[in-house]
């Protein structure tokens, strides 16, 4: 049974930090990938950020690029999701998946057979 779990949510303000962690378990991750998506209130879930668990390629959403990175750390089985320099915009639920899409499709949640429970991400002032 594949298992994520995310945490590590929180407040910040406009301009901090903040660090998700996703791990997983259950299973062989090797031909997976691992994303971020969020859902802000009455807002569509969107497509944050991604990692390859073989070989550790990135992928980024615009919105995020530059302030955001994600890493991931094998030997512990968990996935990070770095946030710097944070926006109000960044306000919502943040949720780690995991699946295997081809790199054109790395962005659509429908692609992710696994999801964790959300963590919840505040900015304000």
């Known amino acids: 049974q594949v298992q994520l779990v995310d945490a590590g949510g929180g407040s910040a303000q406009p301009g901090g930090s903040l660090t998700l962690s996703c791990t997983v378990s259950?299973?062989?991750?090797?031909?997976?990938?691992v994303a971020w998506f969020r859902q802000a209130p009455g807002k569509e879930r969107e497509f944050v950020a991604a990692?390859?668990?073989?070989?550790?390629?990135?992928y980024y959403a615009d919105s995020v690029r530059g302030r955001f990175t994600c890493s991931r750390d094998r030997v512990n089985s968990a996935v990070t999701l770095q946030m710097n320099a944070l926006k109000s915009e960044d306000t919502a639920v943040y949720y780690c998946a995991a699946g295997r899409p081809i790199t054109s499709a790395m962005s659509t949640a429908g692609m992710y057979y696994y999801w964790g429970q959300g963590t919840q991400v505040t900015v304000a002032s």
């Open positions: 990692i390859r668990w073989s070989g550790g390629t990135t």
């Open positions: 259950g299973g062989s991750f090797n031909t997976y990938a």
